[in-house]
């Protein structure tokens, strides 16, 4: 693999969502998505900001991240262009990872601009709580938020390669169009769902929970975010559930299994 190759590959994608009116929309609706929300909580500080954004996020960042990336591939066949780039000398692992790195920038961009807005809002919305003051006043920084912010990173560069497998396994717009639905749909509250329901219907042992609930990318990433973001501070208990490393060990295994799978595909359609 050469730098030179994955980098051209690298800025035609990010020259093509530039280029392309539907994702400036998207962006606009993201941005205005995330301060909205911001604004609405009038959170006192970072740390309540990162427990009003949390969950939202979890459904948002899979959203944002398939919205960019299931065409990326799909598209480039069905404009005749992935035939003409195979004629390049170009490999598939470098093709597939420029067109991840090209769009992870759209993406990261997108939603480290909302989140860094949504940072800028705290100091002009927030309403002092004695409260929360009492609870964690010396431990409500900045970096507290920034923590979320890399997980959040982290969390969409798993979503986007998912949704690049999407784009590489589907057939046509509509076929890729309802796959990324459903996959999407998967993610956020698919796989957590089958495991509360193979828990309680006892196919699944307790023991076994928190293993499998790594194996989720939401799970993983709500334990990550629990974790990092909010255990640190310590103004309140943190759920039970997969700790860092096994966490970070999921959304680690889905990124190189989605890259794999792509890559594997990618030329064979």
Same mark, same amino acid.
């Given at each position: 693999?050469? @730098? ?8 035609r994608?990010?020259?093509?969502v530039l ?14 998505l ?26 948002? @960042? ?23 780039? /195979? ?6 692992a ?27 809002l705290?100091?002009l ?16 920084? &900045?970096?507290?938020?920034?923590r ?25 717009? /509509? ?20 495991? @509360? ?8 042992? &307790? ?31 943190? &759920? ?5 490393i ?21 030329? /064979?359609?």
């Amino acid at each position: 693999m050469t @730098v030179a190759a994955v980098r051209e590959v690298v800025e035609r994608e990010f020259l093509t969502v530039l280029r392309t009116p539907a994702y400036w929309v998207l962006a606009a609706g993201t941005v205005a998505l995330v301060a909205g929300l911001t604004w609405l909580g009038e959170p006192s500080g970072y740390l309540p900001l990162v427990l009003d954004l949390a969950t939202p996020l979890e459904g948002l @960042v899979p959203v944002v991240a398939f919205a960019f990336g299931y065409r990326a591939i799909l598209g480039d066949r069905e404009r005749g262009e992935l035939e003409t780039i /195979r004629t390049y000398p170009v490999s598939a692992a470098e093709y597939v990872v420029g067109v991840f790195l090209g769009r992870a920038v759209a993406v990261l961009g997108v939603l480290v601009t909302s989140l860094g807005l949504a940072g800028v809002l705290v100091p002009l919305t927030g309403q002092d709580d004695p409260r929360t003051v009492a609870a964690h006043a010396t431990a409500d920084t &900045p970096l507290v938020f920034l923590r979320l912010v890399v997980l959040v990173a982290a969390f969409a560069a798993v979503a986007l390669a998912v949704a690049l497998l999407v784009s590489a396994a589907a057939r046509s717009a /509509r076929s890729g169009l309802v796959l990324a639905t459903l996959l999407v749909v998967v993610i956020v509250v698919g796989i957590d769902a089958a495991l @509360v329901v193979g828990v309680t219907g006892g196919l699944v042992p &307790p023991d076994a929970t928190t293993l499998l609930s790594a194996l989720s990318p939401n799970s993983a990433f709500r334990s990550l975010v629990f974790g990092l973001a909010i255990a640190p501070v310590g103004a309140l208990d943190v &759920p039970a559930g997969p700790g860092p490393i096994l966490a970070l060990g999921g959304l680690l295994a889905w990124l190189a299994a989605a890259l794999g799978a792509t890559t594997w595909l990618a030329w /064979r359609r």
